[in-house]
């Protein structure tokens, strides 16, 4: 079912900031700004390389909606007080929604720039219009740039700074209306057409003229291309390199309507670009899980309707008496739809297992009502005369046996917080068709007994009537040892007591002793796990690509697994997120159905590939990730929080609580939050030398930003589209 933890995430990036410079004008800023609102649970903030993650955890009487907008207003106060290079804030609140349902991978016969333009331009829109679908992300690829690599040396040598070239640059890429000419006939609008029209032109921009009337033009100090952007990602499905398509669904859509527009578009698609040979595969579709889970249920649901039927025949004797009561079973679950629909609710795994689980229960109401007028009748009544005494007669013993179910499910029902979120529907379905069947034993049992019903007596001349005694004599044989265990009970009461108590004690130790556990969601066996491979922070894309291409070699050599789905430079983290980072990388493993692996559980798989990879990937933190029910990555089980006045001392005491964890046994992967910071060269100014040239601080900042992390303001146009232009210091200065 659909429900949301009340969680709202605030993420800002700093470009090009340390984590502590993040913490001290970004983090702590939006944590002030924030703590102010109603009903926080806990407030939890992460300062990383160029970011920061502000995740409010609200109590369950918070409403997500009115706290995200109150969080958006007091984010909105403070934007004046943070750095002028910061992004803008994003807020966002938790939701299943927002993970992917759908990952596809495509490939075509065209160069990768040209290809990643019929993606992103061309495909992705038309995908995006499915019904249902809120986003669609792609990971990998090569995107179209224009780079202009400043030579250092010849900037020099022509007595040009980065800032005079860059605003050159940015300057002459104007495109804009300028009025308009009027005549007696006609308005003719005036446009001032100033954009690059193609790379000679921008290579040839002259940038300033020498005293000697020479023309110093951007092709004499850089190198102008039309390449592609520095990767920062990449994906790979099953080795082979490709770019890989997320599918976010919207909050109100139905995952599986949308899988199914999905394929049907995808199908629409290879047959109009057959010639470019386009291939997407779907690698990763969750409504699969849905389906054939709730698939599941269903037959389960018709298993216990046959198998309360069969059981019905055996106790009430009759064929005719078993159809009568067996109607109570239907009319109840399919009234019971009424009510799905006037709530609002879906037909998801939770409600189905309600209407499974309470099959049984429909027909105890019947069972003792048809059973009470056969009684009636037995005493000599007619049909119309017993069904209408006898239902009286027990009315108030049938209504008591069906409350004492409701009021059982109606508390967690009406009760708040996530268990009560992800149960309520499957109460609620409990609850009412429960209600219905006291409604169908009062109305339907009685008038179609009335009509149809009859006593019979079994007298063995078939081979139903046979069984059937036979049953009742094992029946009575069955009756009798239990009478026998109640009369020594009653016959022992003080010997009785002692070994009730002690039985109950003993259950009790079962969980005090540790041999019974407990777990918010039990594990379940989805066939797929993460592999996370983490480098030193130094560590380019390159190396980690390296890294993860020797997993995957190794991983695809294990016939249990079947397909490997790759992000180099991306990993998952807290509420379904991820974090782009060029030395993490990660494996999303699925295996062959659990009795082709020999019974072993991805569990205890994953475990065996983290220690086999661990040797093989010498130099780098190996871990594994289960997948849980809800598709996103499950955190550690136990989290130990460490406060102190300041960083120095809570980072000291949390060491020595990890050496002392890592000594419990069953204890692995042992993590600090907080991590070692990233190698950095730190530049220190001379403010009088940078006060005899002219120069202030600003200036060298903007110079050294563009000539180390580039500038991409401008835009080249090519046709439809844009391309970022790209201003930055060579490789090799």
């Known amino acids: 079912p659909k429900f949301s933890n009340n969680v709202v995430s605030i993420s800002t990036i700093y470009p090009g900031a340390s984590p502590a410079e993040v913490e001290n004008t970004v983090t702590k800023k939006i944590e002030d700004a924030v703590s102010s609102m109603e009903n926080i649970k806990k407030l939890n903030a992460v300062s990383y390389e160029s970011l920061s993650v502000v995740t409010i955890t609200l109590t369950d009487a918070a409403n997500i909606d009115i706290s995200l907008n109150d969080a958006q207003r007091k984010v909105n106060a403070i934007l004046s007080d943070l750095p002028d290079d910061v992004k803008t804030p994003s807020l966002s609140k938790f939701s299943l929604d927002d993970l992917p349902v759908i990952t596809m991978t495509a490939s075509a016969n065209m160069d990768d720039v040209t290809f990643y333009d019929l993606i992103d331009q061309r495909i992705a829109p038309v995908i995006s219009r499915v019904s249902g679908i809120a986003q669609v992300n792609l990971v990998g690829g090569s995107e179209r740039e224009i780079q202009v690599a400043l030579d250092a040396s010849k900037l020099q040598g022509y007595n040009l700074s980065v800032p005079q070239v860059q605003q050159m640059i940015l300057s002459s890429n104007l495109d804009f209306p300028t009025g308009s000419v009027k005549t007696l006939n006609q308005d003719v609008l005036i446009r001032l057409s100033g954009k690059y029209r193609s790379i000679d032109e921008l290579r040839n921009l002259v940038i300033t003229t020498s005293k000697d009337g020479a023309q110093i033009r951007l092709g004499d100090v850089s190198d102008v291309q039309d390449s592609k952007k520095e990767t920062e990602k990449l994906a790979r499905i099953n080795r082979q390199s490709s770019i890989a398509i997320q599918i976010i669904k919207q909050s109100d859509a139905n995952a599986v309507k949308v899988s199914e527009g999905v394929h049907a578009i995808i199908a629409k698609l290879k047959t109009e670009y057959a010639a470019n040979k386009l291939d997407i595969k779907i690698v990763n579709d969750s409504s699969i899980f849905t389906l054939e889970s709730a698939d599941a249920v269903i037959h389960d649901l018709m298993l216990a309707v046959v198998l309360v039927a069969f059981v019905m025949l055996f106790f009430l004797h009759s064929l005719r008496n078993a159809l009568i009561v067996m109607v109570s079973i239907p009319a109840s679950l399919i009234a019971t739809f009424i009510g799905i629909s006037l709530f609002g609710y879906t037909l998801n795994l939770m409600s189905l297992l309600g209407l499974s689980l309470v099959v049984g229960i429909l027909v105890d109401d019947a069972i003792v009502v048809l059973e009470n007028i056969q009684r009636h009748m037995e005493m000599g009544k007619n049909k119309v005369r017993a069904a209408s005494d006898a239902t009286r007669e027990i009315g108030f013993t049938v209504v008591s046996i069906t409350m004492v179910i409701v009021v059982v499910f109606f508390p967690i029902a009406i009760s708040s917080g996530l268990v009560s979120n992800i149960l309520r529907q499957f109460c609620v379905v409990v609850i009412i068709a429960t209600l219905l069947s006291l409604v169908a034993s009062f109305t339907i049992v009685p008038l179609l007994f009335s009509r149809y019903g009859k006593l019979e007596h079994i ?140 019974g072993m559980s991805s569990d205890v798989f994953a475990t065996k590939m983290s220690r086999a990879l661990s040797k093989v990937l010498v130099g780098a933190k190996v871990k594994t990730v289960p997948i849980s029910i809800l598709g996103i990555a499950e955190n550690a089980p136990i989290s130990l929080v460490v406060m102190g006045s300041n960083l120095d001392s809570a980072l000291k005491y949390a060491e020595g609580a990890k050496s002392l964890l890592a000594t419990i046994p069953g204890a692995t992967e042992i993590k600090l939050s907080v991590e070692k910071g990233t190698p950095e060269i730190n530049v220190q100014v001379d403010r009088d030398k940078m006060s005899a040239v002219g120069l202030t601080l600003a200036t060298v900042g903007s110079t050294m930003q563009t000539a180390f992390a580039g500038n991409t303001d401008g835009k080249y146009r090519k046709g439809e589209y844009e391309y970022d232009i790209n201003i930055q210091y060579q490789d090799f200065n």
């Open 459 to 598: 007298e063995g001349k078939n081979m139903f009537g046979r069984f059937i005694l036979w049953f009742e004599k094992q029946l009575k044989k069955f009756t009798i040892w239990i009478t026998n265990i109640l009369n020594w009970s009653l016959r022992h009461k003080a010997l009785t007591l002692i070994m009730v108590f002690v039985m109950f004690l003993s259950s009790c130790g079962l969980l005090v002793g540790g041999f019974i556990g407990s777990e918010f969601f039990p594990k379940s066996d989805k066939g797929e796990f993460l592999v996370q491979i983490e480098l030193p922070k130094d560590a380019p894309l390159e190396q980690t690509n390296f890294y993860t291409q020797k997993a995957e070699a190794f991983l695809d050599k294990q016939p249990e697994i079947i397909q490997l789905i790759t992000t180099v430079g991306q990993a998952s983290g807290d509420f379904g997120g991820t974090q782009a980072t060029a030395y993490k990388s990660e494996i999303n493993v699925k295996l062959v159905e659990r009795d082709k692996r020999e």
